[in-house]
């Protein structure tokens, strides 16, 4: 009998033939007939006994055939059951451990497929401007070059190296978003403060493109990361210095509501087209007026930092008139 497999049975079962024959011995020794009535309720007790035991048993053989499919992969299948009991309490907590490591597996298939995508998008950036660097390190080594041209390559190389720290260092915060491992600290911050802070590495920029700025500075208090924030906005303030002609302009204006807080800036550059916009927050996108030196990277940083914090980012543009970016910064957790 495979019950008597099960050492604890086996010894149950053991002890219980022992008592039980102890009880028809005095039974016998009291009366026939009541030896004979204890007999049969032994027999009895001890049939319920092997019948629940063996029923069980066969409960516990489906569970371990479930857990041996599901590690083989068969995750969709569900073994509750809407019986009370402990084994279908068992079922229920099986069940759901199951789904939550099919959960789990899912995101680390999903995580490892990021990876590659990202790998394949650093290598591509990056390929550009070092195949420029090699170019140029060759050329250095010539020895009829010209005094000026060495210092021209070694400016462009210089300027190369500056552009992959950069394409490094965004495509390192991307993927920290994207991980999830960011945690944005959630702090009551004067709004002015925040814009002064993403301003102040962009006036050199501005001023070199002789692009005017003006500030609604109203004393708004916004609720944010104020460091990762603060990269948002810079990001959204270079798409708009890059298409912004000379002498052009932009405006950053502060807004609040009972929901939410909002930043809107607004430039007078060249636009974005109709088929351009459902794609600007897109990782890598380049749009029809996008310079040469352009990644598409920024924008679509600025969308994850703004998305991890519960908050939303819109964008109105008109060919020829300029496009104005409006920030959802909620008040509170949608």
Known sequence: M??????EIKDMAIQTLIASAVLVLLGFLIGVWTGILILITV?????IFYVNTKRRYRQIAKLADYLK?????????????NAEGELSILKSEIYKVTLMLSEYNEQLKSEKYLLANQMADISHQLKTPLTSMMVMVDLLKE???TQEKRQEFTS??????ERIEWLVSSLLKMSKL?????????????AHRLIENALQPLLIPMELKDISYAVDRKDE????????TTEALINILKNCIEHTPKGGHIQIEVKDNPLYSEIIITDNGAGISKEDLPHIFTRFYKGKNSSSDSVGIGLAMSYSILRRQQGDIRVNSKIGQGSSFAIHLYKSVM
């Open 156 to 161: 462009q190389i210089y300027m190369q190296l």
């Open 43 to 47: 027999l009895l007790l001890c049939t």
């Open 143 to 145: 020895d009829n070059l």
């Open 221 to 228: 208090v916004i609720l944010c990361d104020i460091k990762w």
């Open 2 to 7: 495979f019950l008597m497999r099960n050492k």
């Open 69 to 81: 499919r599901i590690s083989n992969g068969e995750h969709s299948l569900d073994i509750r059951n």
């Open 178 to 190: 994207d991980a999830g491992v960011v945690r944005m600290r959630q702090e009551k911050i004067p």
